[in-house]
């Protein structure tokens, strides 16, 4: 009987260290946007500090291949298509959610009179809508493991540039929802955001089209440059770690000192 009850026991033990290597072998940061500027460098100092994590972009041929550099899963998602959230939600089924960057944007530029209705919808429910559908889906798995949540505003959402009255107001928004679901979520889950000035990438090069742009453009900078996806990716990292606990509900400038100082 001791023997068999021996026998039982150590059994028990090695299915609970099979689940607890599963359960930690699954843990992972959601990283929206991945392909961009700012979510290509976070996915590659994330990979660097031995963090998992899985990237949601909309261009598979340049998702795959930063997944495939890092070793990490991926889904191709358009979050502007209805149900995007329920389907990665069911992707993820197993997985432990340690945090969420939305590392999505746009830089819709244009003169108020030329502007129509469906600009600023599309703007809103990209900037805005998108991330609260993300957010509300993984809240509880959030919770548990005392997640952080990064999003991502403009320093044009308190700052007044001509032709931006379309990404402006939206951006706002999501500042707006920053303290909101701050407050709402605390203790248990922490949300910040991230306010850069215009950064070198795919979506900025129309602005950023030769070197007498990018010059007169850096001179409006009191660090006279353009920033980097690198710059937003080290914030944005510091704030979904452990090293953060205690800083939530925090509009924080990564703008070369555009948004405070020039």
Known sequence: KNVIGNMRQDVHRIKKSRIYILISMNKKY????????????????????????????????ELKEIANKLNYSYSVCDVLKLNFADNLFKKLAGTEILGIAYCVGSIDLKPLRITKPKDFVSSYVLNLVAATDIIRIFQDNLKRNNGSIVMFSTVAAKKGFPNHSIISPAKAAVEGLTVALAAELAPHIRVNCIAPSLTKSKMSAFVLQNLKSIDSISKLHPLKRIGEGFDAAN?????LSKDSSWITGQIIGVDGGRGAIA
Do not use: P, V, W
């Open 235 to 239: 914030l944005t990292k510091f704030l």
């Open 30 to 61: 959601l990283i929206f946007g991945a392909t961009g500027s700012i979510g290509s460098s976070l996915a590659n100092q994330m990979y660097e500090e031995k963090e998992d994590c899985h990237l949601i972009g909309r261009n598979e041929k």
